[in-house]
């Protein structure tokens, strides 16, 4: 199981920019494919970006594409989510995921929860409007 630590949510207002990093404890972190999901409050956790272990394979949720940018530096074990033009709505608690994915191809890329074993605490994302 490998431990994730999120970091650098805060508040921001409306258009504003945010970066969120992943820092995983596993040493092995280019074995894992990554994820970045969210939940505001009374709404089921979403889907917003992943990337394959590779990093060269990235998929968004249809309302993050074009502000959301997600990325990984592999030597430095930490995965990145860059948010702009932010709105209220983006309001929310953002988790990381990773999923052990070292027999998969490195291309592969997922979108579902369930497919995801270890997750962060997660990092509040206010928007102010």
């Known amino acids: 199981q490998v431990q994730l630590v999120e970091s650098g949510g805060g508040l921001v207002q409306a258009g504003g920019s945010l970066r969120l990093s992943c820092a995983p404890s596993e040493r092995t972190f280019k074995s894992y494919a990554m994820g970045w999901f969210r939940q505001a409050i009374g709404k089921e956790r979403e889907f917003v970006a992943a990337i394959s272990r590779s990093g060269e394979f990235t998929i968004y949720a249809d309302s993050m594409k074009g502000r959301f940018t997600i990325s990984r530096e592999n030597a430095e074990n930490t995965v990145y989510l860059q948010m702009s033009s932010l709105k209220p709505e983006d309001t929310a608690v953002y988790y990381c995921?990773?999923?052990?994915?070292?027999?998969?191809?490195?291309?592969?890329?997922?979108?579902?929860?369930?497919?995801?074993?270890?997750w962060g605490q997660g990092t509040q994302v206010t928007v102010s409007s």
């Open positions: 995921a990773a999923r052990a994915s070292l027999y998969s191809s490195p291309n592969s890329y997922y979108s579902s929860e369930s497919d995801y074993n270890d």
